[in-house]
C-alpha cells in the first residue's frame, strides 16, 4: 500500500464544550452521526473531550482528501467508530466517499488522543497494493 496523503489537526476541548453549551443538538446533529454521538455518551467520562477527537479526525481526513469543508461535504460525510479493539474505524459516504474513491484511498489508518485541554487526530489516507 502506498501512503495517498496525510493529515493532522488539533482542538482545543472547551470550544467543543462551547459549542455545546449554546447549540447542544444543533452541533451535534450537524458535526456527528448518531451512532458517534451515542459513542461518545456512553464511553467518555467527559463527553466533549470524545466529540473533541472526533472533530479533530474529521478536519485530519479532509485535510487528506485535500478539501475542506465545500463542495457539497457535510459532517456528518465522515464517521468514526471503534473497532473491536478500540482503533478508529472510519466510513465515508456522499461526497466524501466519492473524493476519496478518485483518489484510489482504500483504507484509512487513524489515531486520536486527548486530554483535558485539547484533542489530536492524524489521518493517513492509504491506496494502491
Known amino acids: 500500500m502506498t501512503i495517498v496523503g496525510h493529515g493532522i489537526d488539533i482542538v482545543e476541548t472547551s470550544r467543543i464544550a462551547q459549542l455545546l453549551e449554546q447549540h447542544e443538538q444543533r452541533f451535534l446533529d450537524r458535526c456527528f452521526t448518531p451512532p458517534e454521538q451515542e459513542y461518545c455518551r456512553r464511553n467518555h467520562r467527559r463527553y466533549h473531550e470524545g466529540l473533541a477527537g472526533r472533530f479533530a479526525a474529521k478536519e485530519a481526513i479532509l485535510k487528506v482528501l485535500g478539501t475542506g469543508w465545500r463542495g457539497g461535504i457535510a459532517w456528518t460525510d465522515i464517521e468514526i467508530l471503534p473497532e473491536p479493539s478500540g482503533q478508529p474505524r472510519v466510513r465515508l459516504?456522499?461526497?466524501?466517499?466519492?473524493?476519496?474513491?478518485?483518489?484510489?484511498?482504500?483504507?484509512?489508518?487513524?489515531?486520536?488522543?486527548?486530554?483535558?485541554?485539547?484533542?489530536?487526530?492524524?489521518?493517513?489516507?492509504?491506496?494502491?497494493?
Open 93 to 129: 459516504t456522499g461526497e466524501c466517499q466519492r473524493i476519496a474513491q478518485a483518489l484510489g484511498i482504500t483504507r484509512w489508518c487513524v489515531s486520536i488522543s486527548h486530554i483535558e485541554t485539547h484533542a489530536t487526530a492524524s489521518a493517513i489516507g492509504l491506496g494502491g497494493e
